[in-house]
C-alpha cells in the first residue's frame, strides 16, 4: 500500500471491538509518535497510555467520545518545553503533539488498527482526573483499537473540497 492509499484508507473509527490490542502493535504506535518531527526537535509530547481498567474508566467519565476503545492515547504536551516563534509569540507545543499524534494515528492505521482524533473533552477535568503536572495541557484523546466488525466511515469521510479551493500557487 502506498501512503497515499494508506491516507484515503483511514477513517475515524467510532465503534470498536473488544479484542486487546497487542504490545507490539502498541509500542509500534507509540514509537511512531517519538519519531514525529518537532519544532528545534524539542519533543515536548507526552503521552499518557490509558489502558487499565481504572483510566479507561476515568477517561470515559470525562468524554462520552471515547468510543468504548480498549486504549486511549492522551496526547499532552509540556508548555514549557516548546520552541516560541519570536515573530510572534506563539509556543509550538500543540503543533507539536498535533504533527506526533498524525503520525501513531497513521501507523495504527498500517497496523489493522483503528483511531479517531478526539478534541471534545474538559481539559480541566482530564489534567484533574489524571493528576497532570503544572505546564502539562492536554491537546488531543487517540481512541486505539480494533474497529467493530460494523463500523464504517462516516458519510462525509470521503467529501474534500477540490484542491482549487484549498491550494493556491503564488
Known amino acids: 500500500m502506498t501512503f497515499l492509499e494508506l ?5 475515524s473509527v467510532r465503534k470498536f471491538a473488544e479484542t486487546p490490542v497487542e504490545e507490539e502493535k502498541l509500542q509500534a504506535v507509540l514509537q511512531a509518535g517519538a519519531c514525529a518531527p518537532t519544532a528545534k526537535n524539542l519533543q515536548p509530547q507526552r503521552i499518557y497510555v490509558l489502558q487499565s481498567e481504572a483510566a479507561v ?15 486511549v492515547l492522551l496526547i499532552c504536551g509540556d508548555v ?3 520552541w516560541v516563534n519570536p515573530f510572534n509569540n506563539r509556543n509550538s507545543t500543540e503543533m507539536d503533539c498535533s504533527i506526533v499524534t498524525t503520525q501513531m494515528m497513521l501507523q495504527a492505521q498500517e497496523l489493522g488498527l483503528g483511531t479517531t482524533w478526539v478534541c471534545w473533552f474538559d481539559t480541566e477535568a482530564v489534567k484533574k482526573v489524571f493528576g497532570l503536572p503544572v505546564g502539562i495541557e492536554p491537546f488531543a484523546l487517540l481512541p486505539l483499537g480494533y474497529p467493530a466488525a460494523d463500523c464504517a466511515p462516516s458519510p462525509m469521510h470521503a ?5 482549487e479551493e484549498t491550494v493556491k500557487y503564488l
Open 80 to 82: 514549557n518545553e516548546g
Open 7 to 11: 491516507a484515503r484508507a483511514r477513517y
Open 57 to 71: 474508566a476515568r477517561i470515559r467519565g470525562i468524554t462520552r467520545c471515547a468510543f468504548n476503545a480498549p486504549v
Open 159 to 163: 467529501n474534500r473540497k477540490p484542491q
